[in-house]
């Protein structure tokens, strides 16, 4: 008999062992991306070139805007210049250093921007519904008509070429699928029994949506948001090639790939070195995407 109470306690305390290491949802999407070691690589990469981009001013051996028709078009490994010079005999490696910053920028902030606007649209269209959900979605749906880079093009082109104006129509461009993955998170969630007690309750609509909506809402569309950004980055350097971005002589990836197109002849790895920074960049976020796609699918 002593020996099955023995027996009893030890189970029960391993049941109440086990119980204290229960991982709340973000714990366990931590507890996850801690031993993913593609996403924490790719990561790493991420935060190199940001790091280069922000500290550019130190890191870059010379000056990027600096021209030199003496050297123009050098291979790489020339001299001083590790990754050769452009078509005006600029250092390569201090314009792709330099032009990480532009090309991150254009990158994350239309995101940010659509996340947020778009987010804050889809919520407010999921959970009240009825004429409003209408309006909002069928309004959405206009913008869905045009393909993504047809549509960045024509708004960009409407408005002038500069980045502030390739800033506001790469934001329109991320702001309809944005707000269609929060409404439909929203609308799922909005009837549910929790939802339905905070009603009883007399709690707000506001407190409702700030205290049970976005804590549901949140996972899925920092989830499509991240997997937007490579995107984001791409047709940034896709309006700068065209000459609707960012204008020169700043540097930016897209528009040094689009003054070295000329000279791939003459010296087809320097001009091929801005859409490696690019590929790279792009490819790196689109992991790191995936691998918070799978720590956040968490089955309860």
Sequence with gaps: MADIMVGAGFQGTDEAT??????GYWQTVGYRLRYDYVTLFFTGMIVLIALGSIFAPLLAPFDPLKTSMAYRLKPIGFRQFLLGTD??????LSRLIWGGRMS?????????????????????????????????????DVFYAFPSVLLAVAVSGTMGGGMSNGLIALTLVF?????????TATAQVRNLDFVEAARAS???????????I??????????YASSLI???????????FLGLGVEPPTPDWGLMLSTLRQAIYVEPYVCALPGVAIFITSLSFNLVSDGLRQAMDVRV
């Design 18 to 23: 086990a119980a204290l290491k229960v991982r």
């Design 87 to 92: 078509e005006l005999g600029r250092d390569m």
């Design 104 to 140: 991150l920028l254009m990158g994350l902030t239309p995101v940010a921007l659509a996340t947020v606007l778009g987010g804050t649209l889809g919520v407010v269209a999921g959970f009240v519904g009825g004429r409003l959900n209408m309006l909002i979605m069928r309004t959405m």
């Design 175 to 183: 702001i309809p699928p944005l707000c269609r993955i929060a409404e």
């Design 202 to 212: 007399g709690a707000g609509t506001g407190s409702i949506i700030r205290h049970h």
């Design 214 to 223: 976005l804590g549901n809402v949140l996972a899925p569309v920092l989830i």
């Design 230 to 240: 490579s995107v984001s980055i791409l047709l940034a350097a896709g309006l700068s």
